[in-house]
Antibody, heavy 125, light 112 residues
Framework: QVQLQESGPGLVKPSQTLSLTCSVS??????????WNWIRQHPGKGLEWIGF???????GYNPSLKSRVKISLDTSKNQFSLRVNSVTAADTAVYYC?????????????????WGQGALVTVSS | DIVLTQTPLSSPVTLGQPASISCMSS???????????LSWLQQRPGQPPRLLMY???HRFSGVPDRFSGSGAGTVFTLKIGRVEAEDVGIYYC?????????FGQGTKVNIK
C-alpha cells in the first residue's frame, strides 16, 4: 500500500518561503510511470493543482503559480518537496501531495490514486 | 484552463436512495491516446480526497460497486446506487487529460 505524508512548518510569515516535504512509502519516487504532485485546498474551498515532478526531474506547474513555485525530488530519501516563494495570506491552505498513476501497460492511465493526509499552512505575521 | 462544472452543488439524499452528480467540461477530455482521463474523488469531512473512479467508469481498488461512472467527451455522471451514511462528503470530478490539471467545484452530499 502506497502512503504519502506531508511535513513542514504550519506557520509562515508573509513574504517568506513556504517549504513542505512529502515522504513516500510503499512505492518508489524513482519508478517510471508515476508523477508526484502537489495540490492545495483553501479553507472551505475546492482543490487547486500546483504542479508535478517526474523521476527524471521533469516538472510541470500551474501557470497561476509557476513564477513562485518549485518542486524538487530526492529519490535517495524517497521524498519530494514544494517551495512557494513570497507567500501572502492567499497561500493559506491545506497542502496535499499525491501520486499520479500514469503507467502505460496494456493501456495508459492517468489518475491520482494515493493522497497524503494534508498539511495546513497558515501565512500570518 | 479546462473548466469543470458540477451540478448540483448540494444534494440532500435519503438513505438507501440513489444519487447522481453531473460534471460538464468546457472542452473534450479525450486524450490523443484515445483515453478520457476523467476521475471522481470523494472527500469525507476532515479527510483528504480519495479516488473513487478513473477513466470515467473504472472503480478504484476497494470502492463499493454502488458507485458507477458514465459519460463521454464533455459530459460525465457519477451515480451512487443506494446512498449509505458513509457516503456523506464532497465529491469532485477531476481531469488529467490537459494541463493544468483541474477540478470541479465540488458537490456536497448529505443525508436528509
Amino acid at each position: 500500500q502506497v502512503q504519502l505524508q506531508e511535513s513542514g512548518p504550519g506557520l509562515v510569515k508573509p513574504s517568506q518561503t513556504l517549504s513542505l516535504t512529502c515522504s513516500v512509502s510503499g512505492g518508489s519516487t524513482s519508478s517510471a510511470g508515476y508523477y508526484w504532485n502537489w495540490i492545495r485546498q483553501h479553507p472551505g474551498k475546492g482543490l487547486e493543482w500546483i504542479g508535478f515532478i517526474y523521476h527524471t526531474g521533469v516538472t510541470g506547474y500551474n501557470p497561476s503559480l509557476k513564477s513562485r513555485v518549485k518542486i524538487s525530488l530526492d529519490t535517495s530519501k524517497n521524498q519530494f518537496s514544494l517551495r512557494v516563494n513570497s507567500v501572502t495570506a492567499a497561500d493559506t491552505a491545506v497542502y496535499y501531495c499525491a501520486r499520479e498513476n500514469a503507467d502505460c501497460g496494456a493501456d495508459c492511465n492517468s489518475h491520482f490514486d494515493y493522497w497524503g493526509q494534508g498539511a495546513l499552512v497558515t501565512v500570518s505575521s | 484552463d479546462i473548466v469543470l462544472t458540477q451540478t448540483p452543488l448540494s444534494s440532500p439524499v435519503t438513505l438507501g436512495q440513489p444519487a447522481s452528480i453531473s460534471c460538464m467540461s468546457s472542452e473534450s477530455l479525450v486524450h490523443s491516446d484515445g483515453n478520457t482521463y476523467l476521475s471522481w474523488l470523494q472527500q469525507r469531512p476532515g479527510q483528504p480526497p480519495r479516488l473513487l473512479m478513473y477513466k470515467i467508469s473504472h472503480r478504484f481498488s476497494g470502492v463499493p460497486d454502488r458507485f458507477s461512472g458514465s459519460g463521454a467527451g464533455t459530459v460525465f455522471t457519477l451515480k451512487i446506487g443506494r446512498v449509505e451514511a458513509e457516503d456523506v462528503g464532497i465529491y469532485y470530478c477531476m481531469q488529467t487529460t490537459h494541463f493544468p490539471r483541474t477540478f470541479g467545484q465540488g458537490t456536497k452530499v448529505n443525508i436528509k
